[in-house]
């Protein structure tokens, strides 16, 4: 009897720790995946009739403007220089023909719009789209 | 002997608990953490050259129908026009052809909802052809 109660009581810590890595790692990596994609703070327009994003074309260059006219690619604010030479980088490396993706907030003045489209067409990417939510499934 | 028989068979029994625990414990996290994503559409148009050999536009401006985006609504050549009655209008310049050019002129204080909105109309009736211009 006394053995039991003794060997009762040193629970086997293996299984939980092997579930507390297995968390933590999760945690680890798509709290990365989503710091890399999108300023948070953007809220797009709605856009009932457009036709949907389906498969990114390869070397897309995604601009986002924040409701202030910040200009950011990549979570990283930019100046419009700053956007001009990395388009420039980007038309030097795959060509004219890449499309331009911009994730304007709802509330952006359309002139902070117009100068990522003005640093677009200056270095010659006329392919532009506005991204908008078709179909909006997360609450607000 | 009788024990060295005995020991095999209780060895081979698992212990499904940890196992079952762990499973029902991420099932409960993954519950709580999906996040499904909005479905994005994308607007495309495209910009007036910038190339200053082209020829004026001028005069085709003037054949073309414009699109007015201003704070407090739209117009359509000129005329003010509701979401309701600017889309009864493109719906039948729709119906005349889907491949003119629309030239859509936005004033530099609107927000942009309102150039998606406009832009939102011409994808419902099917013109592809957008051109925006900024005022």
């Known amino acids: 009897m006394a053995k039991l109660v003794q060997s009762d009581s040193q629970p086997d810590m293996t299984p939980m720790i092997d579930m507390v890595f297995q968390l933590m790692i999760f945690f680890l990596v798509t709290i990365q995946m989503e710091r890399d994609m999108f300023v948070e703070d953007i809220r797009l327009a709605k856009s009932r009739h457009g036709p949907e994003i389906k498969d990114k074309v390869p070397g897309t260059v995604v601009i986002e403007v924040d409701a202030k006219g910040r200009i950011f690619m990549g979570r990283t604010l930019l100046s419009t220089e700053m956007l001009r030479y990395l388009l420039l980088g980007a038309v030097n490396r795959v060509g004219y023909n890449i499309p331009v993706q911009i994730r304007g907030d709802l509330r952006t003045p359309h002139r902070d719009i117009r100068r990522v489209m003005d640093v677009c067409t200056e270095v010659g990417l006329v392919r532009l789209q506005f991204v908008a939510i078709q179909k909006e499934v997360t609450q607000r | ?135």
Not at chain 2, 54 to 61: N, Y
Not at chain 2, 96 to 108: G, R
Not at chain 2, 118 to 134: E, F, I, M, P, Y
């Open chain 2, 1 to 135: 002997m009788r024990r060295s028989r005995r020991k095999p068979e209780e060895e081979t029994r698992l212990d499904m608990t940890p196992m079952i625990d762990c499973v029902f414990q991420l099932l409960i996290f993954f519950l709580f953490t999906i996040k499904f994503e909005d479905v994005l559409a994308h607007l495309d148009v495209s910009r007036p050259s910038p190339d200053p050999n082209a020829p004026p536009p001028e005069e085709k401006i003037e054949e073309m129908v414009t699109i007015g985006v201003f704070t407090d609504g739209f117009t359509l050549n000129e005329r003010p026009m509701t979401p309701a009655t600017l889309d009864r209008m493109l719906s039948r310049l729709a119906r005349y052809s889907k491949t003119q050019t629309i030239l859509i002129k936005c004033a530099p204080d609107s927000p942009h909802e309102r150039l998606i909105q406009a832009l939102d109309l011409c994808s419902k009736n099917g013109l592809t052809n957008l051109n925006v211009l900024s005022m």
